[in-house]
């Protein structure tokens, strides 16, 4: 045990007390939530370039009205009420005649135009969009452009052209105009949470507004920290193995230490280096959700789980990688077997949507049972507003907890054949036969 602990602290030591730990702590953060964060950056840097689109009205009764509103749109939405400062891009209308000679030919010049960056795309309106008949081509309305994620005018036209035509149909038929928009007025859905009772007095308590952003943000935040845990603590455990082997090293400490002892001194260096890991971002995210009035969202209750999910985590993959690198002879041999050990860690990163939409359903109930997806499956479901059973992250706990005794068990296994092995390139049925045998 004591020349075990000593490993243990002699891998802390040489993770921690290095430039490349530091300075991977400030910038894994940030790759991360990279996009995150450039939203954030950029959500106020608008690119306030005019958009130039061509409108060929083949009804004769749109186009004008469509002109006109985006005039008034340039004239007022787009300048801050306050600063007077332009915070969007006008929209600049261009009404062409139509040729209903040849429409085809006039189609191709004006998709020249846009490839040219004349324009950012051009609108056509059918000849029956006013009152569609049998022909459902005559009254379709298309927006022609060459990136179809550039939709903010699109999206913008429908109002207009839609009130417009709702207009001209009540008058054609002598509605009150009125009568006609009480009638189609819309209202919007506002999302609210559940209603519930203050614990300490008893009083209802009104549901709150609720957004997609505060649903989603804890849970992910969550999963991506107990994912880089994982990454920081476990694999470079494959490198660090292969490289003692390598250069003889782990010849010498298994003179003194037996061959499972120092995979566990391994072992246990980097749960503290995760757990160092972690106490940095979990202290740091605290006080800046408390910087930024955001301390209510802190889960607290969630802080343990995550604290025994992250060292079954560690340990598990942890002992699969250094059976990896005590089987390989070189880096070229470690790539072709580092993939098979880290999907079932990648897997649960894949399907965080589906799960964070559905996180009582079938197949997330599912998955975060399966114990190498139990750390960020079972705790993504835990960090959202429905919440778990309470039975089940104890079963998770439990069946995680014997995998990763299995796991290591069998990577001892597998660490004490490899470990002084010279020459013979791994395979998986090598590792699976060595793994029963020993």
């Given amino acids: 045990m004591r020349k075990m602990l000593k490993i243990t602290v002699r891998e802390y030591n040489a993770a921690v007390r290095t430039k490349g730990f530091l300075i991977g702590l400030a910038i894994a953060p940030v790759l991360m939530s990279g996009s995150a964060i450039v939203m954030v950056l950029f959500e106020h840097r608008v690119d306030t370039t005019p958009r130039r689109i061509a409108i060929v009205d083949r009804s004769g009764v749109v186009a004008s009205y469509i002109a006109e509103e985006a005039q008034h749109r340039n004239a007022s939405d787009i300048y801050d009420s306050q600063t007077g400062e332009q915070i969007g891009p006008a929209f ?4 062409v005649e139509p040729d209903d000679q040849d429409p085809d030919a006039q189609r191709l010049a004006l998709s020249n135009r846009v490839r040219a960056k004349e324009l950012l795309g051009f609108v056509e309106i059918g000849k029956d969009v006013l009152h569609p008949g049998d022909d459902p081509q005559a009254a379709r309305v298309t927006y022609h452009s060459e990136n ?20 001209l149909r009540a008058a054609a038929a002598d509605l009150d105009q009125d009568v006609v928009n009480q009638v189609v007025q819309w209202r919007h859905i506002e999302g609210l949470g559940l209603v ?12 709150k507004r609720t957004s997609e952003g505060e649903i989603f943000g804890v849970p992910l935040i969550l999963v991506m920290l107990m994912f880089l845990m994982i990454m920081m603590g476990s694999t470079p455990l494959l490198y660090s193995v292969l490289e003692e082997k ?29 757990f160092t890991g972690m106490a940095v971002y979990v202290v740091g995210g605290i006080i800046a959700a408390h910087y930024l009035d955001l301390a209510e969202y ?6 343990p789980w995550f604290f025994v999910y992250m060292v079954a985590a560690v340990l598990m993959f942890g ?10 002879n070189d880096a070229k041999e470690v790539q072709s077997l580092m993939l098979p050990v880290m ?29 190498p997806c139990v750390p960020t499956v079972m705790l993504l479901r835990q960090a959202t507003p429905m919440g778990v059973p309470a039975w089940q992250p104890w079963v998770a706990l439990a069946g995680v907890l014997a995998s990763t005794l299995l796991c290591v068990w069998v990577s001892g296994r597998i660490f004490r054949v490899c470990i002084l092995m010279q020459g013979k390139p791994p395979r998986i049925t090598d590792l699976a036969r060595w793994a029963v045998r020993g």
């Fill in 343 to 371: 999907l079932p860690a990648m897997i649960p990163m894949f399907v965080l949507v589906p799960v964070l939409k559905e996180p009582s359903g079938a197949f997330a109930t599912c998955l975060s049972l399966v114990p």
């Fill in 298 to 303: 802190i889960p607290y209750e969630l802080l």
């Fill in 196 to 207: 519930s009772v203050d614990e300490g007095t008893g009083d209802i308590q009104g549901a």
């Fill in 246 to 274: 390598v250069q003889r090293i782990a010849e010498v400490l298994l003179g003194s230490i037996r061959p499972f002892a120092l995979m566990m001194g391994k072992l246990l260096g980097a749960v503290a280096v995760s």
């Fill in 319 to 328: 002992a699969a990688f250094a059976a990896v690198g005590s089987a390989c």
């Fill in 148 to 167: 179809p994620l550039r939709r903010e005018i699109r999206e913008w036209m429908v109002w207009p052209l839609n009130r417009h035509l709702r207009n």
């Fill in 92 to 95: 600049i209308v261009e009404l």
